[in-house]
């Protein structure tokens, strides 16, 4: 058996340290390119949303490199993403390739079915093992959260352009190679101190952006067309309210993203009273405190026909107006280009900054 | 109080219900009538461009509507039955709306969801009942014959009357026995709002063919051919759409099957992957997928409307040929 998952963000670290420890092989597709999205464009439905083509792709090229199970997350809406895991194996058998899907359910009443499936995967494995396994892999994560957040927030520093992103890069792979549980303090602490080695610059008052939007598309940097290092290298101090520890936190606290669910819902309020799902309701939350933090503009990214981001799109605009700082929504789709999503960047981060000096002359 | 309700998405399943409770309650009813041009036109500029047909055309009657009400009634229908939903669009439609332009009159909109079990819903309508007035029997009563009346539209529907007829419970059937039989099948508002789909239904039957939709397959057929897919589908008004196309594909009801799917709709873009697949397992029964939006051209919609008619009624002499000579 040869497990595979699409990429999305850091997602490898925890993955690929939970099938260690159980000794199970996996399949790590090649990573996100053009072609990954071609392949996805051309297999998948053409009014579908973006990340459920790219994820396609990945699949298919993992399929090419000799996986023959397939992991997904699924649901029950009311957004398509629930409905992905079915789409693929659908559309992969179609086109004749052999594999088994496996998917996750979250979900009371489909509980029975991960159960079944988990079985599936651990391949006889005692669930105390499987136990250790997620434990190991998902402290792992929470810790490159951490580190990926530092990143995040020093970025704009950089003396010499893309130094963060090359000690982050390292950063990942240390974390990776960590394999016992008892490690991971340390190498969490040596990956904070290697970015913090990185020659900075001083910056007065920076420039504050805030990322919100789709949740594969902010934290899949291939795709969302490395917003966040455009923005660092712009000059801006970003933050983002998208984490993955965050999100599978059942609870609604959100350590990295540093509100809970219940707060951004209370700010989302006076726009949005009720979830749309996936995190419409949370890029109008986070939108109005981000704003209230003093940031100085938020960058929406969200993927062509997305049904709960193009509601938060459409009304961001009064949003924006009430909280009076700019927001910009980047629609995404395999049309998208790097480039044009730069200028538009730039133009908005200027802006953006001459907003903020207008404001602190007023002060 | 004139309370308005735009004429557009839930309107074509729920309007005699909602109209018959306010009523009942004392309020004035003003719906904003079939989609027009300018309708369409003031919602496309006012909607977010990205967004499916139907939202576009719902926010023109929504504007249509502003100036002339006290308040707008678009309920919130989270779900209309425990483990589904409905589409995104639906749970965000009050707050888009109420947003959409400076100045909108105030949104009554009582939330219903299955989700949450009877009562919440029962508290939910009593709550919007006791705003109107204080009686708490003459909200019963509302209830009561304002269901009665959605049991009656429903069920003219399922005759074959179409929405506006089924509401006076009068008018042609769209099956009458002709040999000819297409399905229509999508979403209401994507089948009965005669403006956006250029009168599909009314030019089916000038050429005379008999029409079927999803009102007029039973439910229980519907969901019988449900059960066989592999995978739930969870938005409740996509049930009827995929449980329709199943259900006409694999027992053959109808000669073929229009499927009606709005650009940019979600849960469509999907699903007619997997109604194409089990099309194709079923037999292949003819089936063509018409994707409209505000762009869609008159003519190149009725000349590929005609030859896909034409194609079925000469496949079906043909069959009709070799019935006969065996
Ligand atoms: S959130 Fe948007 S892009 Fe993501 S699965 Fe749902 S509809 Fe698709
Ligand atoms: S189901 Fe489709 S057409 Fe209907 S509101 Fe949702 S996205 Fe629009």
């Known amino acids: 058996m040869k497990i595979a998952w699409p990429h999305m963000g850091s997602i490898e670290v925890a993955m690929t340290t939970i099938l260690d420890e159980l000794g199970l092989d996996y399949v790590l597709p090649p990573p996100s390119s053009n072609r990954t999205m071609q392949l996805g464009v051309k297999a998948g439905p053409e009014f579908a949303c973006f990340p459920l083509k790219t994820t396609l792709g990945n699949y298919i090229e993992a399929l090419e490199a000799g996986a023959d199970t397939l992991v997904m997350i699924a649901g029950r809406g009311p957004c398509r993403f629930g409905f992905y895991a079915e789409m693929h194996r659908r559309i992969l058998s179609e086109l004749g390739y052999e594999f088994r899907m496996v998917t996750l359910e979250f979900h009371l009443n489909d509980l029975p079915l991960m159960a079944r499936n988990i079985r599936y995967l651990k391949q006889g494995k005692p669930l105390r093992a499987v136990y250790q396994a997620l434990k190991f892999g998902l402290a792992k994560a929470v810790a490159v959260d951490h580190i990926e957040r530092q990143a995040l927030h020093q970025r704009y520093l950089d003396l010499e352009r893309g130094t963060t992103s090359a000690a982050l890069r390292k950063a990942y792979r240390k974390m990776r190679d960590v394999s016992d549980y008892a490690g991971l303090p340390g190498a969490q602490r040596e990956c904070l101190e290697m970015l913090a080695a990185v020659p900075k610059r001083e910056v007065h008052d920076p ?140 133009a908005f981060v200027d802006l953006a900054r001459s907003r903020r000096r207008h404001a602190s002359r007023q002060t | 109080m004139i309370v308005g309700i735009p004429s557009g998405l839930l309107f074509y399943r729920y309007f005699p219900l909602w109209k018959s409770f306010l009523e009942e309650l004392g309020a004035d009813v ?185 009102d007029m397959i039973p439910e229980e057929v519907q969901r019988a051919e449900l059960r066989s897919l592999p995978k739930d589908i969870y938005w409740s008004y996509e049930r009827e759409v995929v449980g329709s196309v199943l259900a006409c594909v694999r027992r053959k009801m109808v000669d073929g099957v229009i499927f009606m799917i709005s650009f940019a709709c979600g849960p469509d873009s999907i699903l007619q992957v997997v109604c194409e697949q089990e099309r194709k397992a079923a037999g292949n029964l003819p089936m063509m997928c018409m994707v409209i939006d505000e762009h869609t051209g008159e003519g190149g919609f009725i000349t590929r409307i005609e030859a896909f008619v034409d194609m079925l009624r000469r496949k079906k002499l043909q069959e009709l040929r070799e019935t006969r000579v065996a």
């Open chain 1, 207 to 346: 420039v504050k952006i805030g990322i919100v939007g789709e949740f594969y598309m902010v934290l899949e940097p291939f795709f969302n067309l490395d917003i966040e290092e455009q923005l660092g290298n712009m000059g801006a101090y970003v933050e983002r309210n998208i984490w993955l520890t965050d999100w599978i936190r059942p609870t609604g606290n959100n350590p990295i993203g540093g509100h809970h669910d219940r707060e951004s819902e209370a700010a989302a309020s006076p726009y949005l009273t009720h979830s749309v799902g996936g995190e419409g309701i949370h890029t109008i939350g986070y939108t109005v405190i981000y704003a209230r933090e003093g940031f100085d503009g938020v960058v929406h990214v969200l993927p062509f026909t997305c049904m709960p981001e193009t509601i938060a799109k459409a009304i961001l605009p009064v949003v924006s107006r009430d909280v009076g700082i700019p927001v910009i929504s980047l629609v995404i789709d395999e049309q998208s280009g790097k480039a044009g999503v730069e200028t538009r960047l730039e």
């Open chain 2, 30 to 214: 003003l719906e904003s009538g079939e989609t027009t041009r300018s309708i369409l036109s003031r919602g496309v500029t006012r909607c977010e461009n990205d967004s499916c047909l139907p939202v576009k055309v719902f926010y023109g009657h929504a504007l249509a509507l502003k100036d002339k009400v006290d308040a707008l009634f678009i309920p919130r229908i989270v779900s209309v039955e425990k483990r589904t939903h409905t589409c995104p669009k639906m749970l965000g439609l009050p707050d888009m709306i109420r947003l959409a332009e400076d100045g909108m009159p105030p949104i009554i909109a009582p939330t219903i969801d299955f989700h949450e079990g009877f009562w919440r819903n029962y508290k939910a309508v009593y709550q919007l009942g006791s705003s109107f007035t204080r009686d708490p029997r003459r909200i019963l009563r509302a209830g009561i014959s304002s269901w009665e009346r959605h049991r009656a539209y429903r069920n003219h529907l399922a005759q074959g009357l179409k929405p506006r007829d089924a509401m006076n419970g009068d008018g042609q059937k769209l099956s009458d026995g002709r040999v000819l039989k297409i399905a229509v099948i999508g979403h209401h508002y994507n089948v009965f709002d005669s403006f956006t789909t250029m009168s599909l239904l009314d030019r089916l039957q000038g050429m005379d063919v008999d029409v079927v939709t999803s």
